[in-house]
C-alpha cells in the first residue's frame, strides 16, 4: 500500500489562471476542467470547464479568447487555448511529477486536488506555491490507507512562527522541557536562552497558540 498523500489547497483570485478569472466575473462556480495537448502543437493547451452561473457575459474580461461550447440548462462549458509553459497553479504543482486530479472553484476561489508522493514532496509544493500565491491554504490532507487506518493529517506552517518563538520551541524540546518528568524547567531554558522566565513563558505560550490553532481547527 503507497504513503501517499491527497492535498487540497486553496489559492484567492489567482491572476494567472483562466478559469478562476471566468468564475469570479461571474460569481458562479467550476466542477469541471479538463485539458489536452495537440501532438501537432505540443507547446499548446485547450482547456474547457464547465462553468455554472446565474448570467453570463457575451465577453469575457479574462486572459483568454473564451468560446462557448455547450449548455447544461444553467451551466455552459468554455474552451480556450493557452501556452504550456504559462505558469499557472497547476503547472506548478505537475512540475514536481504530481498531475492535479481536481479542479474547481467558487467565485474567485480556486481549488487544486493532487496527490504527493511523501510529506517531504509535498512541503515542496506547498513552498512552491507560497512563493507564487500568498492567499494560499491548505485545506485539506488525507495520508494513504496505512493498514485500515486512515489517519487525517494536517499541514503546519512553520513561517507563521517569528525567529524567536522557532528558537524558544527549539531549545525547550532539546534541553526535554516538555518531556515527563522534565529535564529542564522554564527558569533553566530561560537561562540558555539569556531571556527572563516572563519572557520565555510569553514566547512560549504564543508558539504554542499557533501550533494548536493550526493542528485544532483545519475542519
Request: glycine share 6%; hydrophobic share 35%.
Amino acid at each position: 500500500m503507497g504513503s501517499g498523500i491527497r492535498a487540497e489547497v486553496k489559492i484567492d483570485d489567482p491572476s494567472d489562471c483562466v478559469v478562476a478569472q471566468a468564475s469570479a466575473e461571474t460569481s458562479g462556480r467550476v466542477n469541471s476542467v479538463s485539458r489536452s495537448i495537440n501532438p501537432s502543437a505540443p507547446d499548446r493547451v485547450t482547456e474547457e470547464f464547465m462553468l455554472e452561473a446565474d448570467s453570463y457575459p457575451d465577453e469575457f474580461d479574462v486572459d483568454a479568447a473564451l468560446s462557448p461550447i455547450f449548455s447544461y440548462g444553467s451551466s455552459a462549458v468554455y474552451r480556450y487555448e493557452r501556452d504550456l509553459d504559462r505558469g499557472c497553479p497547476c503547472e506548478c504543482i505537475e512540475t514536481h511529477d504530481c498531475p492535479v486530479v481536481d479542479i474547481r472553484t467558487q467565485g474567485a476561489a480556486l481549488y487544486l486536488t493532487f496527490h504527493a508522493p511523501d510529506m517531504h514532496a509535498l512541503q515542496a509544493i506547498i513552498g512552491d506555491l507560497r512563493e507564487r500565491y500568498a492567499t494560499l491554504d491548505v485545506q485539506r490532507l488525507l495520508q494513504s490507507q496505512q493498514d485500515h487506518d486512515d489517519r487525517n493529517l494536517v499541514f503546519v506552517d512553520r513561517s507563521t512562527l517569528t525567529d524567536r518563538q522557532t528558537e524558544v520551541l527549539e531549545t525547550a524540546h532539546r534541553m526535554g522541557y516538555f518531556e515527563h518528568p522534565k529535564r529542564a524547567n522554564a527558569g533553566e531554558v530561560a537561562a540558555e536562552l539569556g531571556i527572563t522566565g516572563t519572557t520565555f513563558t510569553e514566547h512560549l505560550a504564543a508558539a504554542q497558540t499557533k501550533l494548536l490553532d493550526a493542528i485544532l481547527d483545519h475542519e
